[in-house]
C-alpha cells in the first residue's frame, strides 16, 4: 500500500521539481543576475512551504478528518453536513468551490507536467525544440484515450516506476550538495523570510512560484480511500519528502556554482550521459502525476453527482474488483481538449505556470476552512483551540492565494474562468432541480389518499411486478398515475421506490433496503447508497431480504417519469440560469442509465413542466 501511494497519491507533487525552484527563481531575479541570499532565500521558502503545508497541515491533521476512510473536499463537506444537517448552506457553497477549483487543477496539471518533462529533450538535441509541443500533444491523446479501458493494469508499475524516480532526483542532487556545502544553510528558515523582506513585489511573485512545488498536497487527502492514512503518512516521511528536500537542495547548490544553469535546473544537475534516460523517466513520471489528476477528477464527478451537485452523466466501472476505478466519458474528452488547448496556446511549462497555482491555493483556503469545522462540529473542539489551529495554515494560505493572484492577468485566469464556470452551473443545478421538485410536489396526490381510493374504487391488474422510482415517497409518482389514467390497469405488486444518497461513502449493503407494506399490493421501498457507491437499483432489490418476497427481474416493468422542461412566462431563475438548467437536464444521462435499470424492462411516461 506504501509503494501503490508513492505512484498514485504523491505523483504530481513529485514532479514540481522540474519547474517549481526554476520558476520561483526566474521571478525573484525579474530579468537581474542570481544571488546567493537570493538562491539561499528560495530553496528555504520552497523547503518549509514542504514542512508546514504539507507535513503539518495535510500530512498530520488533514489526514486525521476521514469520512469513514474517505477524502477529499466534498467527502469533508459531507462529513460536516451529517452533524450540521443540510441547511449550513455555507458549508455546501464551500464544498462546490473546492470542487470546481479542482477541475481547474486538473486541466492544467496533465499540460505544465508532460510539457516540463518533454522540455528536456532540449539540452539532449537542441534541435528537437520544434518537436516539443507535437510530442507533448501526442502523449496526452494517448493517454486520455487510454481511459477507457481502466488503470488496474498500468497502476501496478505506477508505485515502483515513482518510487525509482523519487531515488533518481536524490542521487542527482546529493553530489552537488557535497560540492556546494554551503546550500544547507536553506534550511534556516530565517533566509525565507530574510528574502521576503528585502525583495519587495519581485518577492511576492517568487512566493506564487514557490507554492508550486506543493501544487499535488490536496492527492493526499483525496486519495485517503485508497490507501488510508498510515502508508500515505509512511510513504511521506520515509521516501518522498527526503528525495525532494535532497532535490531542491541539489537545485540549489548547482545554482550557487553556475547561475546561468537557471535555464534548467534539474535536468543541468544530471551529467550528459544520464540525460535522455532522466527525460523518459521524467515523462513516465508525469504521465503517472496526470493520471492521478484525471481519476480524481472522476471521483469528483461521482461524488457531485451523488450528492446533487452536478446533473446525471454516464458512469462506467472498468473493474470487477476496485471500487475506485471508474471512466467518465463526458469529463475525459472534456479535459482533453481544454488540456490540449493549454499546451497549444501557452507553449511552454513556463509560460503554464503563471496559470499555475490559483485553483490550488483556492481549494487549500476551502480545506482549511472546512477543517475547522470538524475540529468544532465533529470533534466537539472549543472554537478558540480550533481557531488556534488552524489559523496559522489558513493565513499561509491566503498570502499564497494573494500572491498567486498576482499572475490573474499572465495566465492565472484560467483557472478562475474554470472554477466559476462549475460554481455557476453547480448552483445552477441545485437551485434548478429544488424549484423543479416543488413544482412536481405540487400538482402530485398523497399516497395515503390516493391508497383510500384505491380500496372504494379497484382497478383492474395485471400480473407481474411494477417499480415506479420517485423521489418523494410520500406522494403518487407521476408514472403511475399516467399509466393508470391511460391503461386503467395496475400490477399485482406496485413499489414505490426512493433510491437515497447518504452522506456516508458507502452504505452497509445489509441495510441498504427498507420495506414497508402500504396496503394490498403496495410496498414502499427505499434503498440507501453512499456518495461513493454507482446505484445498481436491480442488484439492491434481488439482494434484498426485507421485500418479504423474491424479486424477479424478468417480471418486473421499472416505471420513470421523464420531464420536457419548459421555461416558464415568469421564473424564480434569471433567463440565462433557466435556459443552463434546462440545457443540463436534457444533457443529463437517462435515469435508466444511471440507476442500472436495463433498457428492456424501463418504461418511460413523459410529462412537460416549466421552470
Request: hydrophobic content about 55%; some cysteine.
Amino acid at each position: 500500500m506504501t509503494l501503490g501511494s508513492v505512484g498514485v497519491v504523491y505523483g504530481d507533487i513529485g514532479t514540481s521539481p522540474l519547474y517549481a525552484l526554476k520558476e520561483s527563481l526566474t521571478a525573484a531575479a525579474d530579468g537581474g543576475a542570481l544571488t546567493e541570499p537570493m538562491i539561499l532565500g528560495v530553496v528555504s521558502l520552497i523547503l518549509w512551504t514542504l514542512i508546514v503545508i504539507v507535513t503539518l497541515k495535510y500530512v498530520l491533521l488533514i489526514l486525521s478528518m476521514d469520512n469513514e476512510g474517505e477524502g477529499g473536499t466534498l467527502t469533508l463537506m459531507a462529513l460536516v453536513q451529517r452533524v450540521m444537517g443540510h441547511k449550513a448552506a455555507a458549508i455546501t457553497v464551500l464544498g462546490m468551490a473546492g470542487a470546481a477549483l479542482f477541475y481547474g487543477d486538473a486541466v492544467i496539471t496533465p499540460a505544465i507536467s508532460v510539457l516540463s518533462a518533454v522540455e528536456g529533450l532540449k539540452l539532449v538535441a537542441p534541435n528537437l525544440d520544434p518537436m516539443i509541443v507535437p510530442l507533448s500533444i501526442a502523449i496526452l491523446v494517448l493517454l486520455f484515450a487510454a481511459q477507457s479501458r481502466g488503470t488496474a493494469a498500468v497502476a501496478l508499475f505506477f508505485g515502483p516506476i515513482t518510487a525509482v524516480w523519487f531515488v533518481a532526483m536524490a542521487l542527482g542532487g546529493l553530489p552537488h550538495i557535497l560540492a556546494e556545502p554551503r546550500i544547507v544553510g536553506a534550511l534556516n528558515p530565517v533566509h525565507g523570510v530574510d528574502f521576503l523582506v528585502h525583495h519587495g513585489i519581485a518577492g511576492l511573485f517568487a512566493l506564487g512560484a514557490v507554492f508550486l512545488a506543493v501544487t499535488g498536497a490536496e492527492a493526499l487527502y483525496a486519495d485517503l480511500g485508497h490507501f488510508g492514512a498510515k502508508p500515505i503518512r509512511t510513504a511521506w516521511l520515509g521516501l518522498v519528502l527526503p528525495s525532494l528536500v535532497v532535490s531542491y537542495l541539489g537545485q540549489g547548490a548547482l545554482l550557487l556554482a553556475r547561475p546561468e544553469a537557471l535555464e534548467n535546473p534539474f535536468y543541468l544537475m544530471y551529467p550528459a550521459w544520464a540525460l535522455l534516460p532522466m527525460v523518459v523517466l521524467a515523462t513516465a513520471a508525469t504521465i503517472i502525476a496526470s493520471q492521478a489528476v484525471i481519476t480524481g477528477a472522476f471521483s469528483i464527478t461521482q461524488q457531485a453527482v451523488q450528492l446533487g451537485l452536478m446533473p446525471r452523466t454516464d458512469i462506467l466501472r472498468t473493474s470487477e474488483t476496485e471500487k475506485g476505478q471508474i471512466y467518465v466519458p463526458r469529463i475525459n474528452w472534456m479535459l482533453l481538449v481544454a488540456v490540449l488547448f493549454l499546451v497549444y496556446a501557452f507553449k511552454s511549462s513556463s509560460g503554464l505556470a503563471s496559470a499555475y497555482g490559483i485553483a490550488v491555493t483556492g481549494t487549500m483556503v476551502v480545506t482549511a476552512v472546512l477543517a475547522w469545522f470538524v475540529l468544532v462540529h465533529v470533534w466537539n473542539w472549543p472554537r478558540a483551540r480550533a481557531t488556534l489551529v488552524i489559523a496559522p495554515f489558513l493565513a499561509i494560505d491566503v498570502v499564497f492565494l494573494g500572491a498567486n493572484l498576482l499572475k490573474l492577468f499572465e495566465g492565472g485566469w484560467l483557472p478562475v474562468l474554470v472554477g466559476f464556470g462549475l460554481m455557476a452551473m453547480m448552483l445552477t443545478w441545485r437551485r434548478g432541480a429544488a424549484i423543479l421538485a416543488e413544482k412536481t410536489r405540487r400538482q402530485e396526490v398523497p399516497l395515503a389518499g390516493f391508497l383510500t381510493s384505491l380500496e372504494k374504487r379497484p382497478a383492474e391488474r395485471a400480473r407481474g411486478v411494477a417499480v415506479f422510482l420517485t423521489g418523494d415517497p410520500n406522494h403518487v409518482p407521476s408514472a403511475l398515475l399516467h399509466n393508470l389514467k391511460h391503461n386503467k390497469v395496475l400490477h399485482e405488486r406496485n413499489v414505490i421506490l426512493n433510491v437515497v444518497t447518504e452522506d456516508a461513502p458507502r452504505w452497509d449493503p445489509a441495510a441498504r433496503a427498507s420495506c414497508e407494506r402500504l396496503s394490498e399490493g403496495f410496498w414502499r421501498v427505499t434503498l440507501r447508497f453512499g456518495f461513493m457507491e454507482t446505484p445498481d437499483v436491480p442488484k439492491a432489490l434481488q439482494a434484498s431480504k426485507a421485500l418479504g418476497w423474491t424479486f424477479d427481474l424478468m417480471s418486473t416493468s421499472f416505471f420513470i417519469s421523464r420531464r420536457a422542461l419548459r421555461p416558464a412566462v415568469q421564473s424564480r431563475m434569471p433567463r440565462w440560469q433557466e435556459k443552463l438548467f434546462i440545457r443540463l437536464a436534457r444533457n443529463a444521462s437517462d435515469a435508466s442509465e444511471h440507476f442500472r435499470i436495463p433498457s428492456g424492462r424501463t418504461i418511460e411516461v413523459g410529462s412537460q413542466v416549466t421552470v
